[in-house]
């Protein structure tokens, strides 16, 4: 693990896998750190890095964030190496705080977003989010023939 700082005991750990979508980083970070609603003593951010580019690499390293590189496994298939990430992150996270949160690149965040889900933590409860998808069914009798 690239470890650039220390860690100060943070409330909260938010981790996040990254590839080579680099504005899509930068969209998502820029937002989950700005709307927070916490002070920035209060969280820390963890990159999970595999298949990143090097253009990532050098955003993350500007930025100094943490990060760690994840060997991608290319004898499995894509999801099970995303779930390796994920279970990576939260073995990282708790070893620095009680409460880990992971996030994505294609993620969005309102404000005051990590403030308000802090607010429910109790011991032995999970408390996530809702993930909120555009669009429905269509409903028009050309999609739905019998």
């Known amino acids: 693990m690239f470890d650039n700082g220390k860690w100060d005991n943070p409330k909260v750990v938010l981790y996040c896998q990254v590839g080579k979508a680099i504005d899509m980083l930068d ?4 937002q989950a750190i700005s709307n927070s609603g916490m002070i920035k003593e209060d969280f820390d951010i963890v990159m999970i890095c595999w298949r ?3 253009e990532v690499y050098d955003y993350i390293k500007k930025k100094n ?22 279970n990576l992150g939260y073995e990282i996270g708790f070893k620095h705080a ?3 949160c992971p996030i994505a690149t294609d993620h969005a965040f309102h404000k005051n977003w990590l403030k308000n889900l802090h607010s429910w933590v109790k011991p032995n409860r999970i408390v996530n989010c809702k993930l909120i998808e555009p669009g429905s069914f269509p409903i028009h009798n050309n999609y739905f023939k019998r």
Request: proline share 0%; net charge negative; hydrophobic share 35%.
């Open 98 to 100: 009680d409460y880990v």
């Open 65 to 86: 964030f943490k990060y760690v590189d994840m060997k991608y496994d290319s004898d499995k298939d894509f999801l099970w190496n995303l779930y390796k990430g994920w």
């Open 27 to 30: 969209f998502s970070i820029e």
């Open 52 to 54: 990143t580019s090097e």
